[in-house]
């Protein structure tokens, strides 16, 4: 298949979400920016359309997709009730990056939930992904448009590496603002209950509806018998190439640490990345040396992640090395990507001085 690039600027949007409009009604895919990542768009009540997307990502078909809208008033149609504070949390934070679970009206097929009674919908605020939606006037399942288990895509180049050939259009928008995955809230239970932490945080859910709970996967602690309520969790994701580790501990022990394994790793002609933090990456001695961001900034490294996981791919490091970071609120979301990414591989950098070494 020949896939259209197109780049977008304000005086082509019109006929740009035109065509696109054009290729989801056709039953086509379309990817598009919105202010988390990429979306790999389709229609969402279209079974061929999502079959199409999970082929084009390689995803395994009972992880659900998430139905992208215009406007709240399209809710209504996709869904069999929305509870008062799934009213509430719409009311509060779209458009913007909150995905709410409901139980799903008939009209959603069963391809698009991944086999669900649910259907998980959101409204981006991302000017050309409102563009686009509005147009068409469509429910647009929308994953991130990247092959399943590698990195989310924060520029169209991620896109293209990944998605040319295998669909129809890519809108190219530039670089997206957040860098990490929405916020998942189920809202069809008494207590709402994040399923996967994002840029709009507990915090902020908490002073809107008041209880939330977290679900047990958020931290990481699914096992294989265990049915994750967010199908997507039992999966290994948004990772890169080359084994990746990260690296707990205070800055100067992490720093020793790091500096210990490059130094091997140099004589021994081996490849390794590390993940740094603007405070400490003019420490290190050799190495691949990436800036994630900074610890008093978690939006930087949420920003810059998935881009220099991808650029590690590239240089085809043997093995990748993260400081950690993490915390409160947004760093929730930040620490959860990094542990996919490492594959929940965390070690302390005592211990890493003491059997590495
Ligand atoms: P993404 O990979 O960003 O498209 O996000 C899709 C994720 O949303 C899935 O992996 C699930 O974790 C979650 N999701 C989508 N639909 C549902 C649903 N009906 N119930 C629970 N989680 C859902
Ligand atoms: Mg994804």
């Given at each position: 298949?020949?896939?259209?690039?197109?780049?977008?600027?304000?005086?082509?949007?019109?006929?740009?979400?035109?065509?696109?409009?054009?290729?989801?009604?056709?039953?086509?895919?379309?990817?598009?920016?919105?202010?988390?990542?990429?979306?790999?768009?389709?229609?969402?009540?279209?079974?061929?359309?999502?079959?199409?997307?999970?082929?084009?990502?390689?995803?395994?078909?009972?992880?659900?997709?998430?139905?992208?809208?215009?406007?709240?008033?399209?809710?209504?149609?996709?869904?069999?009730?929305?509870?008062?504070?799934?009213?509430?949390?719409?009311?509060?934070?779209?458009?913007?990056?909150?995905?709410?679970?409901?139980?799903?009206?008939?009209?959603?097929?069963?391809?698009?939930?991944?086999?669900?009674?649910?259907?998980?919908?959101?409204?981006?605020?991302?000017?050309?992904?409102?563009?686009?939606?509005?147009?068409?006037?469509?429910?647009?399942?929308?994953?991130?448009?990247?092959?399943?288990?590698?990195?989310?895509?924060?520029?169209?180049?991620h896109v293209i590496e990944d998605m040319d050939g295998r669909i129809d259009m890519i809108v190219d928008g530039g670089e997206v603002g957040i860098g990490v995955e929405s916020t998942i809230v189920d809202v069809t239970g008494?207590?709402?209950?994040?399923?996967?932490?994002?840029?709009?945080?507990?915090?902020?859910?908490?002073?809107?509806?008041?209880?939330?709970?977290?679900?047990?996967?958020?931290?990481?602690?699914?096992?294989?018998?265990?049915?994750?309520?967010?199908?997507?969790?039992?999966?290994?994701?948004?990772?890169?190439?080359?084994?990746?580790?990260?690296?707990?501990?205070?800055?100067?022990?992490?720093?020793?640490?790091?500096?210990?394994?490059?130094?091997?790793?140099?004589?021994?002609?081996?490849?390794?990345?590390?993940?740094?933090?603007?405070?400490?990456?003019?420490?290190?001695?050799?190495?691949?040396?990436?800036?994630?961001?900074?610890?008093?900034?978690?939006?930087?490294?949420?920003?810059?992640?998935?881009?220099?996981?991808?650029?590690?791919?590239?240089?085809?490091?043997?093995?990748?090395?993260?400081?950690?970071?993490?915390?409160?609120?947004?760093?929730?979301?930040?620490?959860?990507?990094?542990?996919?990414?490492?594959?929940?591989?965390?070690?302390?950098?005592?211990?890493?001085?003491?059997?590495?070494?």
């Amino acid at each position: 298949m020949k896939t259209i690039i197109c780049s977008i600027q304000e005086e082509n949007v019109e006929q740009i979400a035109a065509k696109a409009a054009e290729i989801w009604k056709k039953g086509g895919l379309v990817a598009f920016p919105t202010e988390t990542v990429y979306g790999l768009g389709g229609n969402g009540l279209d079974k061929e359309a999502s079959r199409k997307i999970y082929a084009a990502k390689g995803r395994p078909s009972d992880n659900p997709l998430i139905l992208h809208i215009a406007a709240k008033e399209q809710v209504e149609a996709l869904v069999s009730k929305v509870s008062d504070a799934g009213r509430l949390l719409m009311e509060s934070f779209w458009p913007g990056p909150l995905t709410l679970i409901f139980p799903k009206a008939e009209c959603v097929p069963l391809e698009t939930t991944g086999g669900l009674n649910t259907v998980a919908i959101r409204m981006p605020n991302h000017p050309i992904a409102q563009a686009l939606l509005k147009k068409s006037g469509l429910p647009i399942a929308a994953p991130s448009a990247n092959v399943s288990g590698r990195p989310s895509p924060t520029l169209a180049d991620h896109v293209i590496e990944d998605m040319d050939g295998r669909i129809d259009m890519i809108v190219d928008g530039g670089e997206v603002g957040i860098g990490v995955e929405s916020t998942i809230v189920d809202v069809t239970g008494e207590i709402p209950t994040i399923l996967r932490p994002g840029y709009i945080t507990e915090e902020m859910l908490r002073n809107v509806v008041g209880e939330v709970d977290v679900d047990p996967a958020v931290a990481g602690s699914v096992s294989a018998e265990i049915k994750p309520k967010a199908p997507g969790m039992k999966y290994r994701h948004y990772a890169p190439k080359a084994p990746m580790v990260l690296v707990e501990g205070d800055d100067a022990t992490v720093v020793e640490a790091l500096n210990r394994i490059l130094a091997k790793a140099k004589k021994e002609g081996k490849k390794i990345g590390i993940l740094a933090s603007q405070e400490n990456a003019g420490k290190y001695q050799s190495g691949i040396i990436k800036v994630a961001g900074s610890h008093r900034d978690l939006t930087s490294v949420a920003h810059n992640l998935y881009r220099i996981l991808r650029e590690f791919d590239k240089e085809e490091v043997e093995k990748i090395y993260s400081e950690s970071f993490g915390g409160e609120e947004f760093g929730q979301a930040v620490m959860n990507r990094m542990k996919k990414a490492a594959g929940q591989q965390i070690i302390s950098a005592r211990t890493l001085m003491d059997t590495e070494m």
